[in-house]
């Protein structure tokens, strides 16, 4: 092969032009996404219970639907939340499920949610499969206007909902924060009773006043028309002049007896703010595999043409702009990139000379712009983690390269020409090349062959690296030797004389390779005393999952008691908003009160829907200053809102569980669950550096319960259902009918006017309709008694089990991780004795990243097996692998050091660079043992084979390790790569070194080679 590429300069230039443009044109061409396109494999089964209890939310609704959800197949988990008149049910697929298995699943959980539809009491309402958790609104925007009502903003958000939808590359534009609109019937009790008109017929009345009914179609002369008669409300006025009675000659019209107004509903399901301004949220996704920094442009061009359709005062605030954010990591992942590339040239010059450098630079260039091309081809897309593994594949591209030309610049001080000393580096280096590159791959196999969601998430890490390094062989066998007779065709092949290696570092080298073959046991003792040493310090090794985001974005997850109005908690969370913007350094400002906000990126997980939780987006200036914003805004809360539980957290890059550390309780019994709850988290506050202790139960709430006297109500003709419409229209009203407002369907509310409202101490007095006695009569004729009680506000189960848990966090301001402060408090945990039919279990971060680590850890095997059985095939026999296999625990060593002297904790990004080191290291080693086979022949006596086959491989070795060490200093400054990179440099570097010293003690130890007295 190469002797075709270098009598061939036509295919030589051919294949650089076809990789440079070509990769250069895929590179224009790709799609541009912050993180890599995952599946989320979640959908929400909600059903509404109006009056129903938690309790018999759960055993009504929520246990049904569970049971015929449990019938699916590739089910992972199933967890539920029963509420006040609500039941939402979150179901997980497998993380083995493909994205093109989706469809198919959700479809069949629907038709097992509709089949239990006729198993729900009455009452019940059709429950409502959401699936699109998947959806990513990668550019989020607040609407808001000082003076505008929220019915104005509504119409220009819808305006802007259908322009932007036509924008090329937007899949979905999505509306939040709406506040619905009513029509409020406000009656008055006392009016109605002396009128004696029954409430039943005043809500039959407004029920049926708006109805559409098929009145027919009349036939005339082959004519037919269509019959719509009049007498539906066309506005206020109209539904004010509706005639409720006739009795006694007198007209009652509804205005006679009732307040008719059109409002906010004050039970609104979420509010959003945007610098303390009521706002609506457009939330803007793209279609897959765009370039969503083009999309993005477009979209605001498009907005920039809505401008002068914008009414004067409203305004549009972007609270999270992904084309942006993509745009800057994919220009700073192109400047890193120069960066190392500029590095890698500069060393390759340094140390090789200017022609070497240049020569090796140019096919590093090549063999990266190619790579695009083949990125293409597959289908991957230019976002962080791709990008990011070619930077760590930077140091081992040239590897190859490195390798040739070091044995053509030899063979040129051997006094061989160019064309030989190509030839024999090339025949001698090809297979070895080969395995030591599937070898570099396999060691990252684990990571795109890893089935779970992280794998799903980090898996162009692996194709990245396969595509790359399958390359860098190629063009390193082809393109170098080409390249290398042009650059050095004026330099004369020596005399043959001339000893390559008798520089200094060469002679230095030689003396402590010698040193550690004569010294071999104690050269061994020493190493496996170092490993030992590095494996204690591995304890003192922090443990991280993901790091924090390098966006200045931070939450604050603020909860009042549960049972709070969620208006009462939007006037409570303002509080807060008044000190968080009068800090310096807060550039923007985001309230979302009633749940989380819509899905910005792909690592936010929005909260469910509670009226008494809100979350605070805040996004500073630069990211330097959040830590002590952070710490501002836990000191405000400590001070002034000491009755609520809070989160304060950094926006994450990888899965982000409830909690960063949860205990979850299982059992039958809610007063044991809230027992064993209340022990967990007290321990929990006791533990140093744990911080926002709560439980997903949260407080008990009181509800006011009117006994009901079944037998003396039967008697009078009044039934629970009378009562209970009493009760509402004397509380938050009931909905009565419909009123049609062009396409606007708004709810008819009728409630008893303010006065007699919400009076709990007059519930007797209330007016109850008896249809015996065809009059009104008061409630305590029909109740024993009305009592409060104290009742669960929520019950959580998982798998169809009541679950407690028990959440914490560590102090994000302490720089200590969530493993050990797990580590302090899981003891005491586990020591507490639970009841029989009771058990513990551990989720937060410890499940999540033991989860990412058991798939990881599931393929890792099957990439080790094919790693051994390339070493054992190349050099068909097994002491040499084994040589090179003793290496492997010897990466551990730099990794510990380096992660130890630098403070970064040992992410699972760390865990993967720890992998890939195996690779890296074998890699260098077969390059070593391969040169030992080759000096074998030359010499008399194995011992100066080995020596003479170390100090060859010193610069090729070292200058591959070097190389790759500082092409991996970009990414330190990256958030999500730094732990990597850090445990990538320190290892390789020990690793090569040790490599170079060990390695031919290893060997001599395996072959019994003896050192020489002389």
């Known amino acids: 092969m190469v002797d075709y590429f270098l009598r061939h300069r036509a295919a030589s230039y051919l294949m650089t032009v076809v990789l440079l443009i070509g990769g250069s044109l895929a590179?224009?061409?790709?799609?541009?996404?912050?993180?890599?396109?995952?599946?989320?494999?979640?959908?929400?089964?909600?059903?509404?219970?109006?009056?129903?209890?938690p309790e018999e939310v759960e055993q009504e609704v929520t246990s049904t639907l569970e049971e015929a959800i449990q019938e699916m197949p590739s089910i992972k988990r199933i967890s539920s939340v029963s509420s006040d008149g609500f039941s939402q049910i979150t179901v997980e697929l497998q993380s083995t499920v493909q994205n093109d298995e989706l469809q198919q699943l959700w479809d069949s959980l629907r038709r097992k949610v509709g089949d239990a539809q006729a198993a729900l009491p009455p009452g019940a309402s059709q429950s409502r499969v959401n699936d699109d958790f998947g959806d990513v609104f990668g550019l989020m925007i607040n609407l808001t206007g000082?003076?505008?009502?929220?019915?104005?903003?509504?119409g220009h958000a819808e305006f802007l909902k259908r322009e932007l939808a036509l924008v090329d590359g937007v899949e979905k534009v999505s509306l939040a924060g709406v506040r619905q609109e009513r029509i409020f019937i406000e009656v008055d009790r006392e009016r109605l009773r002396a009128l004696n008109i029954p409430l039943s017929s005043l809500q039959q009345l407004l029920d049926t006043q708006n109805a559409v009914v098929d009145s027919g179609h009349l036939k005339q002369g082959g004519q037919r028309f269509r019959v719509t008669p009049s007498g539906s409300s066309a506005n206020i006025d109209d539904l004010r002049a509706l005639i409720v009675s006739e009795g006694n000659g007198e007209l009652v019209r509804l205005s006679d007896i009732a307040e008719v107004s059109r409002g906010l509903t004050e039970q609104p399901q979420q509010l959003y703010r945007d610098m303390g301004r009521p706002a609506?949220?457009?939330?803007?996704?793209?279609?897959?595999?765009?370039?969503?920094?083009?999309?993005?442009?477009?979209?605001?061009?498009?907005?920039?043409?809505?401008?002068?359709?914008?009414?004067?005062?409203?305004?549009?605030?972007?609270?999270?702009?992904?084309?942006?954010?993509?745009?800057?990591?994919?220009?700073?992942?192109?400047?890193?990139l120069i960066q190392a590339v500029a590095i890698v040239i500069v060393v390759l010059m340094l140390f090789m000379g200017w022609r070497s450098g240049l020569l090796m630079g140019f096919i590093l260039l090549i063999t990266i712009i190619g790579t695009f091309m083949l990125m293409r081809i597959h289908g991957l897309q230019l976002e962080k983690i791709s990008l990011g593994a070619l930077i760590i594949a930077l140091g081992m591209l040239v590897d190859n390269a490195i390798v040739v030309t070091e044995g053509m610049l030899v063979g040129l001080k051997r006094g061989q020409s160019i064309r030989e000393s190509a030839h024999q580096v090339v025949k001698q280096n090809a297979w070895p090349l080969l395995a030591a590159t599937l070898i570099a791959v396999a060691a990252f196999a684990p990571i795109g062959l890893s089935p779970d969601t992280t794998g799903e998430f980090i898996g162009s890490l692996f194709y990245v690296l396969l595509y790359s390094l399958l390359l860098s062989w190629l063009t390193a066998l082809t393109l170098t030797p080409f390249y290398f007779k042009l650059l050095f065709r004026n330099v004369a092949p020596s005399s043959g004389d001339e000893d390559p290696?008798?520089?200094?570092?060469?002679?230095?080298?030689?003396?402590?390779?010698?040193?550690?073959?004569?010294?071999?046991?104690?050269?061994?003792?020493?190493v496996i005393a170092i490993l030992a040493?590095?494996?204690?310090?591995?304890?003192?090794?922090?443990?991280?999952?993901?790091?924090?985001?390098?966006?200045?974005?931070?939450?604050?997850?603020?909860r009042t008691p549960e049972g709070t109005?969620?208006?009462?908690?939007?006037?409570?969370?303002?509080?807060?908003?008044?000190?968080?913007?009068?800090?310096?350094?807060?550039?923007?400002?985001?309230?979302?009160?009633?749940?989380?906000?819509?899905?910005?990126?792909?690592?936010?997980?929005?909260?469910?829907?509670?009226?008494?939780?809100?979350?605070?987006?805040?996004?500073?200036?630069?990211?330097?200053?959040?830590?002590?914003?952070?710490?501002?805004?836990?000191?405000?809360?400590?001070?002034?809102?000491?009755?609520?539980?809070?989160?304060?957290?950094?926006?994450?890059?990888?899965?982000?569980?409830?909690?960063?550390?949860e205990a979850r309780l299982y059992g039958s019994d809610p007063a044991v669950l809230r027992q064993l709850g209340d022990q967990v988290a007290a321990l929990f506050s006791d533990t140093s550096n744990m911080v926002s202790v709560r439980t997903n139960w949260r407080n008990r709430v009181q509800a006011v319960v009117p006994i009901f006297a079944e037998d003396t109500a039967r008697r009078l003709g009044v039934t629970r259902e009378n009562l209970a419409a009493?009760?509402?229209?004397?509380?938050?009203?009931?909905?009565?009918?419909?009123?049609?407002?062009?396409?606007?369907?708004?709810?008819?509310?009728?409630?008893?006017?303010?006065?007699?409202?919400?009076?709990?101490?007059n519930i007797g007095s209330l007016n109850v309709w008896s249809a015996e006695q065809g009059r009104y009569i008061t409630a305590d004729q029909v109740m024993r008694d009305v009592t409060t009680q104290v009742a669960d506000p929520l019950i959580m189960r998982r798998d169809r089990e009541r679950m407690l848990a028990v959440y914490g966090e560590p102090d994000p301001l302490s720089g200590v991780t969530a493993a050990s402060v797990l580590a302090q408090v899981r003891p005491q945990v586990e020591a507490l004795e639970l009841p029989p039919g009771y058990r513990l279990e551990w989720g937060g971060e410890f499940e999540t990243a033991g989860e990412a680590q058991s798939g990881l850890f599931a393929s890792l095997p099957l990439g080790l097996v094919m790693m051994f059985i390339?070493?054992?095939?190349?050099?068909?026999?097994f002491r040499q692998p084994l040589a090179i296999w003793f290496l492997v625990p010897l990466t551990i060593v730099g990794v510990v050091a380096a992660l130890l002297l630098t403070g970064m904790p040992f992410s699972f990004m760390a865990l993967l660079g720890t992998l890939s080191l195996i690779g890296m290291v074998i890699k260098n080693a077969i390059v070593l043992v391969e040169e030992i086979n080759v000096q074998l022949p030359l010499h008399k006596d194995r011992y100066h084979a080995v020596v003479r086959a170390a100090i060859s491989r010193v610069r090729p070795v070292s200058m591959a390790a070097l190389t790759t060490m500082l092409g991996l200093i970009p990414l330190i400054s990256d958030a999500f790569f730094a732990s990597m990179a850090v445990a990538l440099i320190g290892g390789l570097g020990v690793a090569t070194l040790l490599t170079l010293i060990v390695l031919p003690v290893i060997y001599c130890v395996l072959y019994q080679i003896k050192i020489h007295k002389d």
């Open 27 to 53: 590179f224009t061409s790709m799609g541009q996404l912050e993180f890599p396109e995952f599946t989320i494999r979640n959908a929400l089964v909600t059903t509404q219970y109006p009056g129903a209890t």
């Open 146 to 154: 000082d003076g505008y009502a929220m019915p104005d903003l509504k």
């Open 280 to 336: 609506i949220s457009l939330g803007i996704s793209f279609e897959s595999g765009v370039n969503v920094v083009e999309v993005g442009e477009r979209l605001e061009q498009r907005l920039d043409e809505l401008e002068a359709r914008t009414p004067l005062g409203m305004e549009l605030n972007v609270v999270y702009d992904q084309p942006s954010v993509v745009d800057d990591a994919v220009s700073g992942f192109l400047i890193s």
């Open 501 to 526: 290696y008798n520089g200094v570092v060469y002679r230095v080298f030689s003396r402590v390779i010698v040193a550690g073959i004569r010294l071999r046991w104690l050269t061994l003792g020493l």
């Open 533 to 558: 040493g590095a494996v204690v310090g591995f304890g003192s090794v922090k443990n991280a999952f993901f790091p924090a985001s390098n966006t200045p974005i931070f939450f604050v997850d603020y």
């Open 565 to 661: 109005d969620i208006l009462e908690t939007q006037r409570r969370v303002a509080e807060l908003e008044e000190v968080v913007m009068d800090m310096e350094g807060v550039r923007h400002l985001t309230t979302v009160v009633g749940g989380g906000a819509q899905r910005f990126t792909l690592t936010y997980a929005p909260e469910d829907r509670y009226a008494s939780y809100a979350q605070l987006i805040i996004e500073t200036d630069d990211k330097a200053a959040q830590q002590a914003h952070m710490a501002d805004v836990e000191a405000v809360l400590q001070r002034d809102h000491s009755d609520i539980d809070y989160k304060i957290a950094p926006l994450e890059v990888g899965p982000a569980p409830k909690a960063k550390i």
């Open 726 to 761: 009493t009760l509402a229209l004397s509380t938050s009203g009931s909905q009565v009918g419909i009123y049609r407002d062009g396409s606007d369907l708004i709810p008819i509310v009728a409630r008893a006017i303010p006065e007699q409202r919400n009076d709990i101490d």
């Open 870 to 877: 390339i070493t054992v095939v190349l050099f068909n026999n």
